[in-house]
């Protein structure tokens, strides 16, 4: 059986310049380690040094600045280690001993080391040895050390680098579009690429072992590697689930054994004897599942799943097994011609279409190593209680962590998966680079397979886009193999159970990347281009499967004053600025435009509780804007992905709706509401204001719809009740009024609205309006009354209320927040009857005051 022996914990660490020592005095077994410190593996270097005192803070302030000296240095880690008893014996008997009399299993085991994260150029010495080398972040690292190891202590060294010096001479063009990447040349580098800094990231280059390290020894075949996937019939009566087992058979010679698969809850089982040949091989069973229990995505239906479980047996003894889930599902891409223009895009499920909801995931941390389970699990869990059934893992971070997808299988939360290449021309024409991606690639595949989650392969982030930009100055197209023949080939052969898509945006048929009637589009009008600040474009945009596209808004004040110092907790201070979106820059500054181009103020003219306030609500008005124009239109439209959902460190300003500290922005439950299930949603279409009614769910919805329009000091000059039936997964206009009507009324001091109410008169979903920006609204003086009814407390004001906010720092413990009161429409949320009522903190109206 295979056996394993932790090297993890404490090693010791040294950086060296080349001007105070060399680090090759310091691989051997004995040294003078004067100057070394104690580190952490898994960890990185950053974390270590933070610990030792040596540097403060990263997130703080400008410290991030200040270290990157840290990724400028070679450090050797060192660690010494006894041989486990159970190979000391053989590392005390001489290699030529007769094998065991069983011909089948040897009594001599073949030895390996195993690093499964190094970042990321790494030469690894045993005893004063150099064992082998590694340079990619996302790989693990074998080395087969049989006849290496001594009996009794042993000196492990790894030299080990941020990958700058390899990337030193290597061509910058065509491979970087801006300036900081002709210093990094990370097109060049195999680990996250928004290390090297983004909008949203801080340039850190980490350097370490930041996964885990350990020996391992059988003297039988081991399993190397699995994938799982399921292969589910038309009718749904029946699945197989495919495993497929590579193996690594360490003999020199063919070995008789079974191969062997089993799923426990189904009871079924596959097996095959086989001859399993030195070095490795591939094994595929297919277990059947009669009935099977299908996988949903919320809310479409329950996530059921079954153990795989996977053996290598021989002469009657299991000599490896491995063991993981999965989940019963079929995907596919409708990309039937739509009867306007181009395709449809529509991610199906089980034969059923989905409307995709939810934002973009970057990593959890700028060093990834800090991300644990209980991380991952809550930012999945705050992501389906904000009703997101999709997170696209965008791909210029990181490979999903198996702790996130395991969130991701049991609460129904779809994963589109880019591969790990973004906003660059990588080098596919150079062979090394080539090599290391497919192997990557193949690794990854394999690995991430059982996850159901996992729907949906993209080769690469906005590449496809920059190809026209390339083409126009008639500059080369290094990757262009890697993402339309390289990666689809290794998807057919590895894992056929998902769509491959080439690169987001994307269209085929020699159309624009990101047209709108076909694939996938970015629509970044708003924000980043001809747009601006103005969200209410949004209403106009109709694209297939938008899969980015969002709004900046302020981090909540305990955010920022956790990572700013005192000195520094103002606008535009060099802190400040140092934590802010880098796109504000690029942009004229849009987060700022956005405040007197809704509220008719300067941002500089707000106090700073105000502006931070009034910002972060902003954000939540526009990323609603955003859900609402796409969800309308389903299926014409089939997503609502925004950019982007969690922060890998604190930003002043940000696009997210939780922030590095998990803290829920001030956007996070207007998002929440907006995509709730059943929602109603009205929007302006043509000369008329259309009233539609969302049931994403797989059943019919009974109950009231009231819309209308309304004044802001409380009348109803036109006002619609009746019952509706919504039928399932689908929107259906259910009302229309009069934009003329409207005119009459004086579009400054009122708003078209709907409400929905179930069977028993509980209020489901409430939605507003507006045709005049906020700066030009006649809003009534806000009067909130707070009331208890049992175990929720009820709000009601009898004019309009913009935003009601119970908790301006996102950290208490409420089920809602920073949602509107309609004139003379109670709204309450659950709150215990063991808490006092809650006080409202702040609201958007009135906005007398700044004019």
Excluded at 82 to 108: F, M
Excluded at 236 to 241: C, I
Excluded at 727 to 743: F, V
Aim: hydrophobic share 40%.
């Amino acid at each position: 059986m295979l056996q394993t022996f932790s090297l993890n914990g404490g090693w010791k660490i040294r950086g060296f310049d080349g001007a105070h020592g060399h680090p090759e005095a310091f691989f051997g077994e004995s040294c003078d380690e004067t100057g070394f410190i104690d580190a952490q593996v898994p960890g990185n270097v950053h974390l270590d040094l933070e610990r030792a005192g040596v540097i403060p803070d990263c997130n703080f302030g400008t410290n991030a600045q200040s270290a990157r000296w840290v990724e400028e240095q070679v450090w050797v880690y060192r660690t010494t280690f006894d041989a486990p008893p159970s190979l000391d014996t053989q590392l005390s008997t001489p290699i030529s001993a007769p094998p065991s009399l069983n011909p089948q299993l040897s009594t001599l085991n073949s030895t390996w080391l195993v690093f499964d994260g190094l970042d990321l150029n790494a030469v690894v010495y045993l005893n004063g040895v150099e064992i082998g080398r590694h340079a990619n972040f996302f790989t693990p690292r074998r080395i087969d050390i049989t006849g290496k190891l001594r009996s009794g202590q042993n000196t492990l060294a790894v030299r080990i680098d941020s990958g700058l010096y390899a990337a030193a001479d290597k061509p910058a063009a065509p491979h970087t579009p801006i300036l900081s990447d002709l210093l990094t040349k990370r097109a060049w580098l195999r680990k996250p690429q928004s290390l090297f800094s983004w909008d949203w990231a801080p340039r850190l280059i980490t350097v370490g072992i930041w996964r885990g390290v350990r020996l391992e020894w059988s003297g039988a075949p081991r399993i190397d590697a699995v994938t799982i996937y399921p292969e589910l019939t038309d009718d749904h009566k029946s699945a197989q689930v495919r495993a497929r087992l590579f193996v690594d058979n360490p003999a020199q010679e063919p070995v008789k054994a079974t191969a062997r698969a089993r799923v426990p809850q189904a009871g079924s089982i596959a097996e095959q004897e086989v001859e399993i040949p030195p070095g490795a091989s591939r094994h595929d069973l297919r277990c059947l599942i009669p009935n099977p229990k299908l996988w949903w995505p919320r809310p479409h239906g329950d996530q059921p799943l079954y153990d795989v479980i996977c053996e290598i047996e021989m002469a009657g003894e299991v000599v490896d097994r491995t063991e993981r889930r999965t989940g019963i599902r079929s995907i596919r891409i409708n990309r039937d011609k739509h009867p306007e223009a181009g395709e449809y895009f529509i991610v199906e499920v089980n034969g059923r279409p989905i409307f995709c909801k939810g934002g973009n995931w970057v990593p959890a941390d700028t060093m990834p190593v800090r991300a644990d389970a209980e991380r991952y699990r809550r930012l999945v869990e705050l992501a389906a209680d904000a009703n997101f059934n999709m997170l696209r893992i965008w791909g210029g971070g990181l490979y999903a962590d198996h702790a996130m997808l395991d969130a991701c299988d049991e609460l129904g939360v779809m994963v589109w998966h880019d591969l790990i290449f973004a906003c660059a021309h990588y080098p596919g024409d150079d062979r090394e680079f080539a090599a290391n991606v497919r192997d990557e690639v193949t690794h990854i595949v394999r690995d991430l397979s059982p996850h159901p989650s996992l729907v949906v392969w993209c080769g690469n982030n906005e590449i496809e886009w920059s190809y026209g930009h390339a083409h126009q100055n008639l500059a080369p197209l290094p990757d262009y193999t890697l993402y339309h023949y390289t990666f689809p080939r290794i998807m057919a052969a590895e894992d056929p159970s998902r769509p491959y898509w080439p690169s987001s945006p994307y269209s085929e048929g020699g159309r624009d990347p990101n047209d709108f009637t076909t694939g996938d589009q970015h629509p970044w009008g708003v924000s980043l281009w001809t747009d601006g600040p103005d969200f209410w474009t949004y209403r106009g945009y109709d694209c297939r499967f938008p899969n980015e596209g969002g709004v900046l808004g302020a981090s909540s004040p305990a955010t920022l004053r956790q990572c700013l110092p005192p000195d520094q907790f103002r606008m535009r201070s060099y802190a400040w600025d140092f934590h802010d979106n880098s796109c504000n820059f690029g942009t004229n500054f849009v987060v700022y435009r956005a405040i007197p181009h809704w509220l008719g103020v300067e941002a500089n003219q707000l106090p700073l509780d105000d502006y931070l306030f009034y910002s972060a609500l902003l954000q939540a008005e526009g990323l609603q804007e955003y859900a609402h124009n796409f969800r309308r239109r389903m299926f014409n439209s089939a997503s609502a992905i925004f950019w982007m959902y969690n922060d890998c460190w604190p930003a002043t300003h940000g696009w997210t709706i939780v922030d590095y500290y998990l803290r829920r922005k001030l956007s996070y439950h207007p998002v929440r509401r907006a995509f709730a299930p059943v929602h109603i949603i009205p929007a302006i279409d043509g000369d008329d204001v259309v009233v539609f009614g969302v049931n994403e769910t797989p059943v019919s919805w009974a109950g009231k719809a009231d819309f209308g329009l309304f004044t802001l000091d409380g009348e109803y000059p036109a006002r619609v009740s009746k019952e509706i039936l919504l039928p399932p997964n689908q929107s259906t206009a259910i009302g229309r009024l009069s934009i003329a009507e409207w005119d009459e009324i004086e579009v400054n001091r009122s708003a078209a609205y709907g409400v929905l109410q179930d069977a028993d008169g509980a209020l489901v979903a409430q939605n507003r309006l507006f045709r005049a920006k906020f700066k030009d609204l006649e809003f009534a003086p806000a009067e909130v009354s707070v009331s208890r009814d049992g175990e929720r407390a009820v709000f009601s004001s009898a004019g309009f209320v913009w935003g009601v906010c119970l908790d301006v720092d996102g950290e208490a413990d409420v089920a809602d927040d920073v949602f509107d009161l309609l004139p003379g429409v109670p709204y309450s949320i659950p709150w215990p009857t063991d808490r006092p009522l809650p006080a409202v903190q702040r609201c958007g109206s009135p906005l007398r005051r700044y004019r």
